[in-house]
């Protein structure tokens, strides 16, 4: 298999799990967040566990830049939750 052919696979693979899993659960946060909830520690290692995958995977981005947009809402989206849920933290009196 060339290596191209593996980047294929792997972007489809992580198109897949970002359409059925992780969409999903970000707009449930999303929604959690903007009704001023703050996150639980299970939806923080979500969070984390996301941030941590782009970071490993942000190389098949720069080789295909027709995912560049995609990536960019799907990370905008995880921002707006992050800040949204620390601005819910201090407003609850948490220590974040």
Not at 41 to 69: C, K, M, S
Request: proline fraction near 2%.
């Amino acid at each position: 298999m060339s290596e191209e052919s593996k980047q294929a696979a792997i972007l489809q693979v992580l198109c897949e799990r970002f359409e059925t899993q992780r969409l999903p659960r970000a707009l449930a946060l999303k929604k959690k967040v903007d009704a001023g909830e703050v996150l639980e520690d299970t939806d923080i290692d979500f969070l984390e566990q996301v941030f941590r995958d782009a970071q490993e995977n942000r190389h098949l981005v720069e080789h295909h830049p027709e995912w560049q947009g995609l990536v960019a809402q799907a990370l905008s989206l995880y921002e707006e939750i992050t800040e949204k849920a620390l601005a819910n933290e201090k407003a609850a009196g948490g220590t974040s």
